[in-house]
Structure formats: C-alpha cells, structure tokens
C-alpha cells in the first residue's frame, strides 16, 4: 500500500514540477503583472496550484499514514497539529 502511494505521489510530483517550469515567467506576481495575464495563464496557475494541493494531500492522506500503520502509530484520535509533530 505505501509503495503504490509513494508512487502515486511522484507521478504528481512530475506534473508538479512540469506545471511549476511552465508557469516560471508568470512569477514572481505583483499587481501590475497578475493585472496582464491572459486566461491561458491562469489557468495554468490554477492547474499549479492544484497540483500542489493533490500532492500535499496525498503525502498527508497516504504517504504519513502507511508510514504510521508501519510504525504501529494509531493515528486515528491526533489533531492534525499532533499528526505534523509525528512527522518532525
């Protein structure tokens, strides 16, 4: 199950990275630049940000709880405050 989710997630990770090289000339924003992208643009970012989003979940979701389940962590009652302190 860990092996599959930590494959899954370098799959998005790829795409991460692939959205992040596309959208490079885009950053960094300030207001006069986010005021001239086109809507081909943002949507990219928006694929970005997605992107990103979808990995952090997965490593959250998948990645640290079959990490936990090997550990014999019961993670199942932690905050997600006491959940990043495992993480550390």
């Known amino acids: 199950m860990l092996k ?22 885009c950053f960094p924003l300030d207001i006069s630049s986010l005021q001239l ?9 928006d694929a970005l940000i997605l992107r990103y ?5 997965m490593i ?3 990645i640290f709880k079959g990490i936990a389940y090997l550990e014999q962590e ?8 006491d959940k990043a302190l495992l993480m550390v």
């Open 53 to 57: 989003s979808q990995c952090v979940t």
């Open 60 to 62: 959250q979701e998948q």
């Open 4 to 25: 599959d989710s930590w494959v899954a997630c370098k799959q998005r990770q790829e795409k991460l990275k692939y959205s992040l090289e596309k959208n490079q000339s």
């Open 74 to 81: 019961d993670i199942s009652d932690k905050s997600n405050r």
């Open 37 to 45: 992208i086109t809507d081909e643009q943002e949507e990219s970012i």
